[in-house]
């Protein structure tokens, strides 16, 4: 089984280009998470969804950035005209089942994505 | 609403020393808690989380923490430190509504040898 896959591993953009970061939870998950991590920072909540559904996006901003988890396919961060400001770590975590449920292990964390934005 | 604060952005010990890193968490309801490792490149490892079970929770490569409601703490013990040890620490509690996780900033341990 693999674990949550991200892609790709590093993203070079140029001002005011799109940036897109897929992210494929295990096999299993429909809770994905979205994560980011500044320098010299800890983790940033963004964005949570459950197959085809935002449920919690109270860490996005309110501009330049959306998120959505199809049925089909992976989990897509996109970021529209990119600043040097959003140069960062995107973490996206997976889970089958919520957090506050108790039989519930814990997140499984992918890689991440280092997007560095010229 | 809940939060986490850690105390110490950086931590070092000596190979052998007791590893001590502090969290301190804020919430309005009986919280879940969690610690995690982050090595160089890679994304986060759960090392152990209490979820109102026993207070003193074990978890992976010798790491325990007790929750101590008294004083709102969760911290991450180690008897003996390792080189491989050295990473980044994140103490996380679960949102009271459950559907996320809110991380601390962060604990980098360092180990000398």
């Known amino acids: 089984n693999a674990g949550v896959m991200q892609n790709p591993r590093h993203l070079v953009r140029r001002r005011g280009q799109e940036a897109r970061l897929r992210c494929s939870p295990m096999k299993g998950h429909s809770h994905v998470y979205w994560y980011r991590q500044l320098p010299e920072e800890g983790l940033k909540f963004m964005v949570y969804l459950q197959k085809e559904n935002i449920i919690d996006e109270s860490g996005m901003p309110k501009e330049r950035f959306s998120a959505e988890f199809p049925k089909e396919g992976p989990s897509i961060l996109r970021i529209q005209q990119v600043v040097r400001g959003d140069s960062a770590a995107y973490f996206c975590?997976?889970?089958?089942?919520?957090?506050?449920?108790?039989?519930?292990?814990?997140?499984?964390f992918g890689s991440g994505t280092q997007l560095s934005v010229l | 609403a809940q939060s986490v604060t850690q105390l110490g952005s950086h931590v070092s010990v000596s190979e052998g020393a007791l590893v001590l890193l502090r969290c301190n968490y804020s919430s309005s309801v009986p919280p879940y808690l969690f610690w995690y490792v982050q090595y160089p490149n890679q994304g986060l490892q759960l090392l152990l989380k209490?979820?109102?079970?026993?207070?003193l929770v074990k978890g992976i490569n010798g790491f325990e923490a007790e929750f101590k409601k008294s004083e709102t703490s969760f911290h991450l013990t180690k008897p003996s430190a390792h080189m491989s040890d050295a990473a980044e620490y994140f103490c996380a509690v679960s949102d009271n509504q459950g559907g996320k996780l809110i991380f601390g900033q962060g604990t980098e341990l360092s180990v000398k040898p």
């Open positions: 975590a997976s889970s089958p089942l919520s957090l506050r449920d108790p039989t519930n292990e814990k997140l499984f």
């Open positions: 209490y979820t109102s079970a026993a207070t």
